[in-house]
Structure formats: structure tokens, C-alpha cells
């Protein structure tokens, strides 16, 4: 009986410990509407628990969802945008409606000494960013939607959006990149993606791509190049903040809000509306692009990338396809681990095409930008997410492209001549050449474009042309298999492989004068100089292996070795015109034996065994 108690303590213990530990993971959820005193919405207000990083901004009809743990829940909220009253407040339930008084504080008279003041805020805001920014690696957490749809049709052609992870490196030089994780993830996909033949890239680098701070872009960068000019003063947290408009000679204009007591960047807005690639067809102008970047302090007093909107639009036949993507930083901490090379996302990876298990209990403990009603029941149907593979039929030329991949590079060979004594005697010409043995190398130009037949294994078209006088020209059918050595990070990739092709090998005997037309092969060649290889061509079994690294998942580094199996040979002289332009010149080739021609090593002329090649492969 003591041992059964003993049992039932140490069950009760841990039921007991499960139950705690429970409690401090729970978590709890606030939610409202901001308005202002004449019950307009305010949009892309700032929301955060009080000494803590964790926050989210209100949508555009001023609307927000707070997910936190409940130990926090005694903590105020703290809601700010530029404009109006800080407000510190506890809220509960999900029925808040809160109302954010303008500031009307008044201001203390501040004087610039410039000629141009705009000028001197702008220019002050350049030398005071490692003041004002974080100073050390930092890990966001955070959220991204982006959604594309047609102007004149009411529902979306899909949306893609992501919880994610970010590092964000310290401000104090010009960074333009960073590594971005995918957390969880969903999507929507209508029956319109048969519309679109385009696809969004680095959309979840917002955090990294509008940074205008970290990246020292625009006006951060050439302010001389750029016309300022103060328009207002608004307060933040009882501060003075300057409205500063910018316009550059390009048609870039916007504005950049600049607090004065320490010259932070507080928020910039972009707007282009004209000044784009006039070349492209009028079917495809860009309408115009804005974008806006926020940041907010801490408590620390240091400013943080916080959110960003970016909206584009596209004249597309006889509608116009709009483009909106936005982020928020939902938390941040410090960096005490980097991101592995397998969980980072691309600047080229495209949202749309990532697969991951759909989570909907997810979304309703994580704290994200909230969307439309209308927009939310969309995620709903469940059919949308779980068939949509079967239900939505994309472009088959699109598919073909995502599928395939390109290789371009250098290749070094090495062509072994034989002894020969080489007869050709015509009224035109008269050749008569005695080759000793000798190695020649060459060196080529290689292409291939391959398709993904199953995962890791290729089928395509691989070419190699000589940039010589001596050479080899080939065309392939060829076949690769992918082997990953290196499954934990950076892939590296084995590729044993076979060619088989076509290949054609030359050897410069020299330039001949024909004294009139010259007749071979049923070709007639203009009179003059003319350049005459020794020549074989044959069909081969090519194997070959190669090893790859991947910089990226769009570009790798590539080396290759081959070896040449010959099938069938055939030895001769090929001719060429020397003069006029070289896609114009004709050539002939006349085949030992014929036309008075005479090869004393009838067997061999001419050999390759191996060769290298060094290249890039591109991935679409």
C-alpha cells in the first residue's frame, strides 16, 4: 500500500507540474477597433504590452489582435502614431473600442541655423543613425501578407501569408540583405491564378528590402540629389517630429518624418507615379509604386524596423493587376544563434510555391496584421488549401520553366593529332600536308538547359562550341542524377551523368588560296583564301561527373570531368571561306577517300579522350 501511495504522489506531482507549466504558457487575447474623436478609423497604429517588445500594428479600418502570455496580463498597452496622444491603457475582452486624441500639444519653437533647414534635419539624420539604431545583431520575429488581384474583380487571385523569422543586422554600416525563416505558413489560391503568367520574388524580405535606414537608400544615400522641404510638425510621445517632403530629378518623391531632439527616422513614405521603363509594352507599364517604412522605439530608447506597406500596379490588357505586401514586427530579441543555410528563404524563392502543412489553430495564437473579414473566410475553405494542387491547374509554360535549369562555363579538352601525310589535289586547290604527332589544347564554350524529370534527376540539352581555330563542337542528349553530400547545410551535390551526341573535332591546317570557285561536296566556295581544318566527326558516349555547391538556390558553382566513348568515325578536310562575315561564310566537308582526297592514317586523325568543365548553373 505504501508503494501504490508513492505511485499516486508521483502521478499527482507530475499532473500537478503539467498543469503549471500549463498556466505559464497560457495564453490570452485582446482585441479592438481605434478611432479617432469623429469615429474615422486609424490604420497602422503602433500596439505593444508595456516593457516588452511584443506588439502588432491596427489594419486599415483600425483594427488590431493582441495575442500574449498571461502572466502579462497586468501590463498596459501602449497604442502611438504620429499625430496623436501616446495612450497607456488596460483592455480585456475582444470588444475595445478605443478613441486616440490628436496632439495638440504645444510646441516649443525650435530654430535651424541654415540656409536649408530640410537640408540640415536630412543631413543630421545620416550622421546620427548608430545613435538612434540598434548597434548588435537582433532577431525579429514577425508577419508578412502579400496579395495580388485583378482592379475590377472583387476577390483576390491569392494570398500568401507567413509568420516568420528575421536577423537584422546592427545599423552602424549600410546593409541590404539579411536571412529570413519561414515559421508557419498558409495560402489562397483562386481559379484566377490562370490569369497571372507572373510571380512575386523577395517578398518576405520586406524587413530587409525597405529598411531604408539599414540600406542608406535614396535620400540616405545621395541627398544631393534630392530637393527637401519642411511642410509640417508633428508630435510623438510629446516630441517634436518634422515632415520633411523629398523629391529627386528621377520623379522619386515622398516624405521622411525626422524627430528632432535626436534626429531619428521615425517613418518615410515613397511614392513614384511616373519615370518607369518606357520600353516595356504599354499592356505591361507599371501604373506607379509606394511604399511605407515605420519604426518604433523601445525602451531602451533605440528605434526598431517595425512595419512596412508596398503597394504596385501593373496595366495588364484591359485591366490593371495590383500588388500589395506588408510586414510587422511582432517581437524581438537578442541574436544567439543564426539561421541555417536549409531554413533560410531566398531573395529569389517565390511565397506562392512554398508547401507546408496548413495549421488554422496556429493563426489564432499568433499575432499578425488582421486581415478583412471577407479575406479571412477565404482561409476557411479548407478544400481551397488541402486540394488545391488538384483544383488549380497553373500555366504548363510556367511550370516548365520553374522545372528547368540552365548551365553556362568554360571547358578545357586536349586534341591528340596523329602522323598523317594529307593528299587533296583540284584544279582550285592543291593541299599537300605532312603532320607529325602533337597534343593541342582547346578550349570551348559550354550551354545546357535541363529539365527536372523526377526530384534530382535531369534530362536536357547540353553544347559545347570551340572559341578557337582548333576545337570541338558537340551537341548532347544528356542525363543527370543529383546526390546531396552535405544534407545538414550548404546542399553539395555528386552528379554521375552520360552524354550522347554528336561531336566534331578540328584542327587548323592553314589558310589556302583557291585560284577559282572551288567545288566540294556539292558546294561551290568563292575563290581566295580559305581556311582548311582537319577534321573528324563522330557520334560518342559521353560519362561524366560533376560536383556542384550551391550559393544559392537559383545559382550553384559547377566543375565537371567527362570521358569519350566513340561510336562511329569519320576523317576528312573541312573548308571554309575566309572572307565576308562569318555567319555568312560557307563551309564543306569532304570525307577521306572522296573528291581526290587522301588521308594516309586511315583509322585515326584525330582523338579527345577527356575533358573539364567550369561553370554556373542557373535555376529558375
Given at each position: 500500500m505504501q508503494i501504490k501511495s508513492g505511485r499516486?504522489?508521483?502521478?499527482?506531482?507530475?499532473?500537478?507540474?503539467?498543469?503549471?507549466?500549463?498556466?505559464?504558457?497560457?495564453?490570452?487575447?485582446?482585441?479592438?477597433?481605434?478611432?479617432?474623436?469623429?469615429?474615422?478609423?486609424?490604420?497602422?497604429?503602433?500596439?505593444?504590452?508595456?516593457?516588452?517588445?511584443?506588439?502588432?500594428?491596427?489594419?486599415?479600418?483600425?483594427?488590431?489582435?493582441?495575442?500574449?502570455?498571461?502572466?502579462?496580463?497586468?501590463?498596459?498597452?501602449?497604442?502611438?502614431?504620429?499625430?496623436?496622444?501616446?495612450?497607456?491603457?488596460?483592455?480585456?475582452?475582444?470588444?475595445?473600442?478605443?478613441?486616440?486624441?490628436?496632439?495638440?500639444?504645444?510646441?516649443?519653437?525650435?530654430?535651424?541655423?541654415?540656409?536649408?533647414?530640410?537640408?540640415?534635419?536630412?543631413?543630421?539624420?545620416?550622421?546620427?543613425?548608430?545613435?538612434?539604431?540598434?548597434?548588435?545583431?537582433?532577431?525579429?520575429?514577425?508577419?508578412?501578407?502579400?496579395?495580388?488581384q485583378w482592379k475590377k474583380q472583387p476577390k483576390p487571385i491569392y494570398i500568401a501569408e507567413t509568420s516568420m523569422e528575421s536577423i537584422k543586422k546592427e545599423y552602424s554600416t549600410k546593409h541590404t540583405t539579411g536571412d529570413v525563416k519561414l515559421v508557419e505558413y498558409r495560402k489562397y489560391k483562386s481559379r484566377q491564378l490562370d490569369t497571372l503568367n507572373m510571380r512575386i520574388y523577395a517578398g518576405v524580405h520586406h524587413i530587409h528590402r525597405f529598411d531604408v535606414v539599414a540600406r542608406r537608400e535614396a535620400f540616405l544615400q545621395k541627398p544631393g540629389k534630392f530637393v527637401y522641404k519642411i511642410v509640417d510638425t508633428l508630435t510623438k510621445q510629446n516630441k517634436s517630429v518634422y515632415k520633411i517632403h523629398f523629391k529627386s530629378r528621377d520623379k522619386l518623391s515622398g516624405h521622411v518624418y525626422i524627430l528632432d531632439s535626436t534626429y531619428a527616422i521615425v517613418k518615410a513614405e515613397f511614392r513614384q507615379a511616373s519615370g518607369f521603363n518606357n520600353l516595356l509594352p504599354s499592356q505591361n507599364k507599371r501604373q506607379f509604386l509606394n511604399y511605407t517604412v515605420s519604426y518604433e522605439q523601445s525602451g531602451d530608447n533605440i528605434w526598431r524596423f517595425k512595419y512596412s506597406k508596398y503597394k504596385t500596379a501593373f496595366k495588364r490588357k484591359k485591366d490593371t493587376l495590383i500588388l500589395t505586401s506588408e510586414y510587422v514586427t511582432t517581437n524581438t530579441e537578442p541574436n544567439n544563434h543564426e539561421i541555417t543555410y536549409l531554413d533560410r528563404l531566398q531573395y529569389t524563392d517565390i511565397l506562392l510555391n512554398e508547401e507546408k502543412v496548413y495549421k488554422p489553430d496556429f493563426w489564432n495564437n499568433h499575432n499578425i496584421i488582421l486581415p478583412n473579414k471577407e479575406y479571412e473566410s477565404l482561409f476557411k475553405l479548407t478544400d481551397n488549401i488541402s486540394k488545391e494542387r488538384s483544383r488549380i491547374k497553373s500555366k504548363k509554360w510556367l511550370n516548365l520553366l520553374l522545372k528547368t535549369k540552365q548551365e553556362i562555363g568554360l571547358s578545357w579538352s586536349r586534341i591528340d593529332v596523329f602522323s598523317n601525310n594529307i593528299s587533296f589535289d583540284t584544279p582550285a586547290l592543291n593541299i599537300q600536308e605532312n603532320l607529325t604527332a602533337s597534343n593541342q589544347n582547346v578550349y570551348g564554350l559550354i550551354f545546357s538547359l535541363l529539365y527536372k524529370l523526377k526530384p534530382n534527376f535531369h534530362v536536357g540539352y547540353l553544347s559545347e562550341s570551340k572559341i578557337s581555330k582548333n576545337g570541338i563542337t558537340s551537341h548532347n542528349v544528356s542525363l543527370q542524377r543529383q546526390i546531396n553530400i552535405n544534407l545538414k547545410s550548404r546542399p553539395v551535390f555528386i552528379t554521375p551523368g552520360i552524354n550522347f551526341g554528336y561531336q566534331q573535332l578540328d584542327f587548323f591546317l592553314g589558310n589556302f588560296t583557291a585560284t577559282e570557285k572551288l567545288n566540294v561536296n556539292n558546294k561551290s566556295l568563292k575563290a581566295g583564301k580559305t581556311s582548311v581544318f582537319l577534321s573528324q566527326r563522330n557520334f560518342r558516349f559521353q560519362p561524366n561527373l560533376s560536383l556542384s555547391i550551391e550559393k544559392s538556390r537559383r545559382f550553384s558553382f559547377t566543375i565537371s570531368c567527362n570521358y569519350n566513348i566513340p561510336v562511329s568515325k569519320r576523317n576528312g578536310l573541312l573548308f571554309q571561306e575566309k572572307k565576308g562575315f562569318s555567319l555568312f561564310r560557307k563551309k564543306a566537308f569532304v570525307k577521306n577517300g572522296n573528291e581526290n582526297l587522301a588521308i594516309s592514317n586511315t583509322s585515326e586523325s584525330l582523338e579527345n579522350k577527356f575533358g573539364i568543365h567550369v561553370g554556373i548553373s542557373l535555376q529558375l
Open positions: 499516486h504522489f508521483k502521478y499527482n506531482l507530475s499532473i500537478l507540474f503539467i498543469l503549471l507549466f500549463h498556466t505559464i504558457l497560457a495564453q490570452t487575447t485582446i482585441a479592438g477597433k481605434i478611432i479617432d474623436k469623429n469615429n474615422i478609423p486609424i490604420p497602422y497604429v503602433h500596439i505593444k504590452i508595456e516593457n516588452t517588445s511584443i506588439g502588432t500594428v491596427s489594419n486599415e479600418n483600425g483594427l488590431f489582435k493582441l495575442v500574449f502570455s498571461k502572466n502579462l496580463v497586468k501590463r498596459a498597452i501602449i497604442l502611438s502614431s504620429l499625430g496623436y496622444r501616446t495612450k497607456k491603457m488596460n483592455l480585456a475582452g475582444s470588444s475595445n473600442i478605443i478613441v486616440l486624441n490628436p496632439d495638440i500639444t504645444q510646441l516649443q519653437e525650435i530654430t535651424i541655423v541654415s540656409k536649408d533647414p530640410a537640408r540640415a534635419l536630412i543631413n543630421n539624420a545620416i550622421n546620427s543613425i548608430s545613435k538612434n539604431y540598434p548597434l548588435v545583431d537582433e532577431r525579429h520575429f514577425g508577419f508578412f501578407r502579400e496579395i495580388t
